[in-house]
């Protein structure tokens, strides 16, 4: 019990911290960790506990900072709903895909609700954030704004396209890293949490397969500043498959080492070459779509 009290102190600080870290250039670092102090102390203490422990350092930090003590209580609140969703399956000992599903989910649909309430209260989160982008293009040095498009206004137009597109990658991954970092720090302390199954082991539902057929075959038809809605979807449902079925790719690479009993050899050098070469994320993406749509790991089975 002692231990526990220890535990939820220490990450009660650490949170406090991390919070404090978003006004230094640490948040580079920072920002992605921020739901773990959090979901450590709600794992770790009864509902009583965790509520007092967090209103605490939520006071603390809203006095060492004063008026900017607002904005960093509004993330804070923010990241709350996705710690709850998470952390209460942890203490359940659900699924790590269930877990991480829950993670992605709850932060799309406040990100979603977030922009609805904007709208409604009249504020357009969206043209806001296109006028940011071309005043903040208007201040760069020139140097810079040489290396850009000449037609600015297509250009944030193409970013607030992909808007959805980054809010999805944001929400995989945090979520991502958070049940990474948190699983290790719970499993030392006892918790057994469930982790994924081997990157070898993972395969794609086959009907993605068509979607992303459809996708690829729409993609080489219609104009990418094209102002339409299925632009706008191929804009970022595109990337987002191509992804995926990478990720296939390397999870088939990472099947056919194990099967051979080789060292991990060939699969590492594939996510090297796809860090530093994105270009080859199509040539992935099609050996993945590959690997889903036909039987190629049964008959590589038999070829051993």
């Given at each position: 019990?002692?231990?526990?009290?220890?535990?939820?102190?220490?990450?009660?600080?650490?949170?406090?911290?991390?919070?404090?870290?978003?006004?230094?250039?640490?948040?580079?670092?920072t920002?992605?960790?921020?739901?773990?102090?959090v979901?450590?102390?709600?794992?770790n203490?009864?509902?009583?506990?965790?509520?007092?422990?967090?209103?605490?350092?939520?006071?603390?930090?809203?006095?060492?900072?004063?008026?900017?003590?607002?904005?960093?209580?509004?993330?804070?609140?923010?990241?709350?709903?996705?710690?709850?969703?998470?952390?209460?399956?942890?203490?359940?000992?659900?699924?790590?895909?269930?877990?991480?599903?829950?993670g992605?989910?709850?932060?799309?649909?406040?990100?979603l609700i977030?922009?609805?309430?904007?709208?409604?209260?009249?504020?357009?989160?969206?043209?806001?954030?296109?006028?940011?982008?071309?005043?903040?293009?208007?201040?760069?040095?020139?140097?810079?704004?040489?290396?850009?498009?000449?037609?600015?206004?297509?250009y944030?137009?193409?970013?607030?396209?992909?808007?959805?597109?980054y809010?999805?990658c944001?929400?995989?991954?945090?979520?991502?890293?958070?049940?990474?970092?948190?699983?290790?720090f719970?499993?030392?302390?006892?918790?057994?949490?469930p982790?994924l199954?081997?990157?070898?082991?993972?395969?794609l539902?086959?009907?993605?397969?068509?979607?992303?057929?459809?996708?690829?075959?729409?993609?080489?038809?219609i104009k990418p500043?094209?102002?339409?809605?299925?632009?706008?979807?191929?804009?970022?449902?595109?990337?987002?498959?191509?992804f995926?079925?990478?990720?296939?790719?390397?999870?088939?690479?990472?099947y056919?080492?194990?099967?051979?009993?080789?060292?991990?050899?060939?699969?590492?050098?594939?996510?090297?070459?796809?860090?530093?070469?994105?270009?080859?994320?199509?040539?992935?993406?099609?050996?993945g779509?590959?690997?889903?749509?036909?039987?190629?790991?049964?008959?590589?089975?038999?070829?051993?």
């Amino acid at each position: 019990m002692g231990n526990r009290s220890w535990q939820s102190i220490i990450w009660s600080v650490v949170m406090i911290l991390s919070l404090l870290s978003l006004m230094t250039p640490w948040i580079i670092l920072t920002c992605s960790f921020l739901l773990v102090p959090v979901l450590m102390l709600y794992v770790n203490s009864s509902t009583k506990k965790f509520v007092i422990s967090y209103v605490i350092s939520l006071l603390i930090v809203y006095i060492l900072t004063q008026w900017l003590g607002f904005y960093l209580i509004t993330i804070s609140l923010f990241l709350l709903p996705p710690v709850l969703a998470m952390g209460n399956l942890y203490k359940r000992k659900a699924a790590a895909r269930t877990v991480l599903t829950a993670g992605i989910v709850t932060i799309l649909a406040e990100s979603l609700i977030g922009l609805l309430v904007g709208f409604v209260l009249g504020l357009d989160p969206v043209t806001e954030f296109k006028q940011f982008m071309l005043d903040s293009i208007a201040t760069m040095p020139a140097s810079v704004q040489e290396i850009l498009p000449k037609d600015q206004d297509w250009y944030v137009g193409f970013i607030v396209q992909v808007i959805p597109l980054y809010l999805i990658c944001m929400a995989l991954f945090v979520t991502f890293v958070t049940h990474g970092v948190t699983r290790r720090f719970l499993n030392k302390t006892g918790e057994g949490i469930p982790g994924l199954r081997p990157m070898r082991e993972w395969m794609l539902q086959r009907s993605l397969v068509w979607i992303y057929l459809v996708a690829f075959v729409l993609d080489l038809f219609i104009k990418p500043d094209a102002s339409s809605l299925i632009s706008t979807l191929l804009m970022n449902a595109l990337p987002l498959l191509m992804f995926v079925f990478a990720l296939q790719a390397i999870g088939f690479l990472f099947y056919v080492a194990h099967a051979n009993k080789w060292k991990p050899i060939l699969p590492i050098v594939a996510i090297i070459i796809l860090v530093f070469m994105p270009p080859f994320f199509v040539v992935y993406s099609l050996l993945g779509v590959f690997d889903v749509a036909f039987p190629i790991r049964e008959r590589f089975k038999k070829n051993l």
